[in-house]
């Protein structure tokens, strides 16, 4: 099992934990190099953000699929 494999089995489940430690660790490094970087911090933010998704996704995952509908 890699470790992106091992990350992503202790995210499931906590998406909303992750957006925000995603959030604080980018302007953490704002602050730290005084906004110096920040689009590239933004672009790995949004990037980020797209991998896990909205939580209406994260809902329409979890759901399975309705059932074909039968005439």
Do not use: C, F, W
């Not at 959030?23 to 953000?49: F, I, M, P």
């Not at 939580?55 to 399975?64: D, F, G, I, V």
């Amino acid at each position: 099992m890699s470790m992106l494999d091992k990350l992503k089995g202790m995210i499931k489940g906590h998406e909303d934990v992750a957006r925000q430690g995603v959030e604080k660790a980018g302007d953490a490094v704002d602050a730290k190099t005084g906004n110096k970087y920040q689009s590239q911090v933004d672009t790995a933010q949004r990037k980020l953000h797209e991998q896990l998704g909205t939580q209406e996704q994260q809902q329409n995952r979890q759901q399975p699929p309705p059932p074909p509908a039968q005439e």
